[in-house]
């Protein structure tokens, strides 16, 4: 009989922690514990008390809202006469995707503050009173498991205020620390509006300035589609986004009720009212900042003709500015124009791919085709060629002739249009100094705007060859045709073998070396092809025939990457074990312990950010420094697309790499991004400046 009774109660107490007293309990999967800093109780205090969560990782608790599934926890009180206890408030949670579901919840651990109040009547019947809270709870990952536990904290009691209150360090130091995650109202000036659309609503959050990201959390259950992603509008003066109505909402709401959660941590709970979101947007400067953000291009594209990924266009460019400097003054123009316009063309062609795949619901940024092994592969085999050429291989004008037409004719403007678009391309993977913000913000606006900076940036790019070609007089100084530019060509042909090389190591990370050996067949192929142009130069049957083998020297490496391609372990934290990958749950980790993350966004195709890594980061006096300041060190690899990288940039307003963020250890500061271009000085400074802010932040409190 016994028996019976045990083995249903073993059972329970496996799927459910038992009550017991105490001021904190270990139970499945988490540790809860009732925190009550004052260490004395006396007439009219007030005080905040809280319940303290501590969760095994990929397990979680609920927000007051659970979502698609789950219960918030609860407490029931037992107070001595004369104290009272406020409803349990509930910090922002987070998404918390479970298959096809979505709960809003926490994880790792979280706070509930409660305000605690004494009445002024307050008489104890002895030296200590006894704070008793009931506490049930539902912990959950693939299974949930329900809890409960009673948790009392014993304080001395006193009849009148002490001249001096004390304090339970830890319990003080955990509520500093947790509390500042509460959601506030909604300032005065700051608006909630909603429109409803075919599908939900278009919520607009008017804070006044640009805000780069949010994310909505509904008070009210059975309004939205929880899963449903919410696509982010940034406006001039706030934030909007689309909401996707739950299917079974028969009639639109007369508000929204819930938290909206910005970039920067910043929570506040919103009513929001039916308002005409178009009207929102138009009030504040639509255009407001343009003109900054364009000359900021325009500056970054002339920066980026000093950058390393740019310098074998300038040889190219170098050379055939000496082959015409004895022109007539507008054929140097016109070619100008020309190579201008290569450099436009190609920009528009690749900003307008970006869009329409980026409105697909494509996670892209600058620099995406890059995350192509194909496209780098194609890439590397046009330099490569090139390459041949103007190493003395063979002429790529003369062989596509029959009828054996000047060199400089063939070469003409054509020569100087594809120039254009090649500088293009190979500065594509760089990220001059003041180009991350241009981009950031042209890519988070609307297409006109996009096209707008992109050809400032287009121009400034094209700017430094535009203006000598428009100055025949600085042309004079350059020296008169010879035989020591035939010389000159072949010297070109290093900085493009040079390309080509970092180009394979790209491709060897993206694709894999089973991949590679393609890729290294096709090089050979093209070497075929550039001996039979070099040998039959201007026949027919010879150009064919080169042109077939330059076929299949290009469908070799792709038909490698999609039969022998593999995914690569990610290099970037490889070479480096201080660097741990990139997630943002981790940044969130390292956070709530109060430590500051060093975020080093890169990818194996950025030049700058491989200089950058091997100069500066990896220095031992800025190492020192990370290391003594408690840094996390996180390295987000963006060689091959990644999603959930490319979101995290666009919240630091940014869409490409080289990018650097430092996220100080308080969670509700918000984070600071780094220049493209880094010194020690830079970094050394910045790590300084987020401890000297940490430091005053710890004696506050």
């Known amino acids: 009989m016994r028996a019976r009774i045990l083995i249903p109660l073993l059972c329970l107490l496996m799927f459910a922690s038992a009550a017991w007293s105490a001021p904190m309990a270990t139970t499945t999967h988490l540790t809860v514990q009732l925190v009550v800093p004052p260490a004395e109780i006396y007439p009219s205090q007030s005080f905040t008390a809280g319940l303290h969560f501590k969760l095994e990782p990929g397990w979680h608790v609920y927000w007051i809202n659970a979502g698609d599934s789950g219960e918030p926890p609860r407490i029931h009180w037992t107070l001595p006469d004369g104290i009272t206890a406020d409803a349990m408030q509930f910090p922002a949670p987070k998404r918390l995707p479970l298959g096809p579901l979505m709960d809003f919840g926490y994880e790792d651990e979280v706070l509930f503050p409660i305000a605690m109040q004494v009445s002024p009547t307050f008489k104890p019947a002895t030296d200590s009173v006894t704070l008793s809270a009931k506490v049930d709870w539902l912990v959950c990952r693939e299974v949930c498991i329900p809890g409960k536990a009673v948790l009392d904290v014993e304080r001395k009691a006193l009849a009148s205020p002490p001249s001096s209150p004390t304090f339970v360090d830890a319990d003080q130091q955990l509520i500093a620390r947790l509390q500042h995650t509460l959601p506030q109202p909604l300032p005065a000036g700051m608006q909630a509006k909603f429109s409803p659309t075919a599908t939900g609503f278009t919520l607009a959050i008017l804070t006044g300035k640009r805000e780069s990201a949010a994310q909505f959390f509904p008070f009210d259950q059975n309004q939205l589609a929880n899963p449903a992603p919410q696509a982010v509008t940034p406006l001039e003066n706030g934030v909007a986004l689309s909401l996707k109505k739950d299917e079974n909402l028969q009639q639109n709401p007369n508000r929204l009720h819930g938290l909206v959660v910005l970039a920067d941590g910043r929570a506040f709970e919103i009513n929001a009212v039916p308002g005409t979101i178009a009207a929102a947007e138009a009030s504040g400067s639509k255009f407001a900042g343009l003109a900054k953000v364009a000359g900021l291009a325009f500056l970054g594209g002339i920066i980026l003709n000093l950058m390393p990924c740019v310098f074998p266009v300038l040889f190219i460019k170098g050379l055939s500015l000496v082959q015409s400097s004895q022109q007539e003054r507008h054929k140097l123009r016109a070619h100008g124009w020309v190579y201008t316009l290569g450099i436009l063309v190609s920009f528009w062609i690749v900003v307008a791919l ?34 041949l050429s103007l190493a003395g291989m063979f002429e790529i004008g003369l062989s596509l002739t029959s009828k054996g037409s000047s060199l400089a004719s063939q ?55 535009l203006l000598l070609s ?65 040998r039959w130069p201007a026949k027919g049957a010879a150009t064919a025939a080169a042109a077939v083998v330059v076929i299949l020297a290009v469908a070799l490496p792709i038909f490698a990457v999609r039969r022998l391609g593999a995914t690569p372990t990610s290099v970037s934290t490889a070479n480096n074990s201080q660097w741990e990958p990139f997630s943002p749950a981790l940044v969130d980790k390292y956070r709530a312990q109060g430590r500051p993350v060093f975020v080093d966004f890169t990818a194996s195709w950025c030049l700058s950010c491989q200089v950058n890594e091997r100069v500066i980061l990896n220095r031992a006096d800025v190492q020192e420094k990370l290391r003594n300041g408690g840094f996390a060190l996180l390295r987000a690899d963006w060689t091959n697309a990644d999603e959930t990288i490319t979101q995290t940039l666009n919240t630091l307003g940014r869409s490409g790499v080289p990018t650097y963020a430092i996220y100080p250890g308080s969670p509700q500061e918000p984070p600071q991004v780094l220049p493209e271009v880094l010194t020690p000085g830079i970094v050394l400074d910045a790590v300084d400046k987020v401890q000297q802010k940490q430091a005053s932040l710890n004696s506050g409190h």
């Not at 180009?435 to 121009?459: D, E, K, N, Q």
């Not at 004079?476 to 020591?484: D, I, M, S, V, Y």
């Open 354 to 387: 970006l869009l329409v795949l980026r409105a697909g619901g494509r996670q892209l940024g600058w620099g995406f085709q890059f995350q192509s092994p194909s496209f780098l592969a194609v890439i590397a085999l046009l330099l490569f060629f090139l390459g």
């Open 470 to 534: 428009f100055n025949p007089a600085w042309t004079r100084l350059l020296p008169r045709p010879g035989a020591w530019m035939e010389v000159l060509k072949q010297a070109t042909s290093i900085p493009i073998f040079a390309t080509v090389i970092w180009l394979v190591w790209v491709f060897a990370q993206s694709a894999g070396t089973n991949a590679l050996a393609g890729l290294l067949a096709a090089f050979l192929l093209l070497a075929v092809a550039g001996w039979i142009l070099g």
């Open 411 to 465: 070469h003409g403007y054509a020569g100087s249009f594809f120039t254009g678009v090649l500088a293009m391309v190979v500065a594509t993977p760089c990220t001059a100094p003041f180009m991350g913000a241009a981009i950031g913000f042209a890519l988070s606006r609307s297409a006109f705007v996009s096209f707008f900076v992109f050809t400032a940036l287009a121009l400034g790019l094209a700017a430094p060859y």
